[in-house]
């Protein structure tokens, strides 16, 4: 009898957990009905834009400190990490912005200083904020880094590490991403 104890302060914790994801049981099936999607999502994010959409098999940790504009869409794979700590760092993406599946972007890293010490105790340095300016698209299974700004309407390439900031209308891509060439404008 002892797991349907387990499984009653399971659910609970899912319901009170500042996180989405698949393994959050009382939650993530409301991701499925776009509803009960936008009324969860409204309650769990600093800021959820007008049509704005979290999909089933996207991870969100600390979502209070996740900001997401009008039309973006979180598209499954995705996993956010804000910084979960009081003086923490979040994220924030801008209106318009486009997101392929599986991006990750990080706001700490793990530190490693010590090497008497295995890095799963050494703790994590301090978290920086990243920002994803409007109207910019990233690419599928791209890698945001603590820190980064990505500029206006730039894009990142497919796969992509980004570990500097972006300038706006620009097209990066590798690992580490690097300037491809400048967007230009309409004449």
Request: charged share 20%; with cysteine.
């Amino acid at each position: 009898m002892g797991w349907v104890l387990e499984i009653f302060n399971r659910w609970l914790f899912c319901g009170r957990a500042d996180r989405l994801g698949p393994d959050m049981l009382a939650t993530h099936w409301r991701l499925h009905f776009k509803t009960l999607m936008r009324d969860l999502c409204e309650k769990k994010f600093q800021h959820f834009g007008h049509d704005a959409e979290f999909r089933p098999g996207a991870y969100a940790v600390c979502c209070s400190k996740i900001s997401l504009g009008d039309r973006v869409i979180i598209r499954p794979g995705c996993m956010f990490f804000a910084d979960p700590r009081e003086d923490g760092a979040g994220i924030c993406i801008e209106n318009d912005v486009m997101l392929g599946s599986a991006v990750q972007i990080y706001v700490a890293n793990h530190s490693f200083e010590n090497p008497n010490l295995p890095i799963i105790d050494q703790g994590h340095d301090a978290s920086q904020p990243v920002l994803l300016k409007s109207g910019c698209w990233i690419g599928a299974g791209v890698i945001i880094l603590p820190g980064v700004t990505i500029g206006d309407n730039s894009v990142v390439g497919a796969g992509s590490v980004v570990t500097k900031d972006v300038p706006p209308a620009t097209v990066v891509a590798g690992n580490p991403a690097r300037i491809i060439r400048n967007i230009e404008s309409a004449k």
